[in-house]
Every structure is written in structure tokens, then in C-alpha cells.
């Protein structure tokens, strides 16, 4: 379904990657003790932080890139039964090279 949401000035929309289930030890954690993921991926840009002189600055991030961002970051949204998180693009901490 497509996403018909489009970040203002120097936000990203970014889809939650699913919490884990299972820890390295194998043990099952239930849905209360899950943590809330603090990666995902890009869906969408804002046109970039209006500057001074007027002009827009330039984002670094771009719909596709896999990120982790701070766990405090941005706001938690849900969109089509989906969890969203927006944040300003300096609370997005490094990108994801594969």
C-alpha cells in the first residue's frame, strides 16, 4: 500500500524494523518485554531545513537507506496499521552500508 505522507523541511518518515522475539540465548521474550527497534529503513524526505539566506539545505538521507536513530528520537506514528517513526534528520545517528 502506498504511503501517502510527505516529511515537512528537515523530517524523515521512517517504518520501525520489528522487535526481536528471540534473544541470542534462544529464550522467547513476550510482547512486554520486547524492546522498541532503534534501526529501520527510509520511506520518505522532507525537502530540507529552510536556511537563513532562504535556500533549502541539502538532505543527506534518501528514501531506501537503512538507519539506526537515537531511542528518544522523533515521534512514533501508525500509518495503514504500520509503525512509523518521524524524525528530524540530525536525529538519525549513522546509515546502514551494505
Not at 35 to 63: C, F, I, T, Y
Request: aromatic residues 4%; proline residues 4%; neutral net charge.
Amino acid at each position: 500500500m502506498a504511503i501517502n505522507v510527505k516529511p515537512m523541511d528537515d523530517r524523515v518518515l521512517i517504518k520501525q524494523s520489528e522487535a526481536e522475539e528471540v534473544t541470542a540465548g534462544g529464550i522467547v521474550l513476550p510482547d512486554t518485554a520486547k524492546e522498541k527497534p532503534q534501526r529501520g529503513s527510509v520511506q520518505a524526505v522532507g525537502p530540507g531545513k529552510l536556511l537563513d539566506s532562504g535556500k533549502r539545505g541539502k538532505m543527506s538521507l534518501k528514501a531506501g537507506d537503512h538507519v539506526y536513530y537515537g531511542k528518544y528520537a522523533g515521534t512514533e506514528v501508525e500509518i495503514h496499521g504500520e509503525k512509523y517513526m518521524i524524525c528530524r534528520e540530525t536525529d538519525v545517528l549513522a546509515v546502514v552500508e551494505k
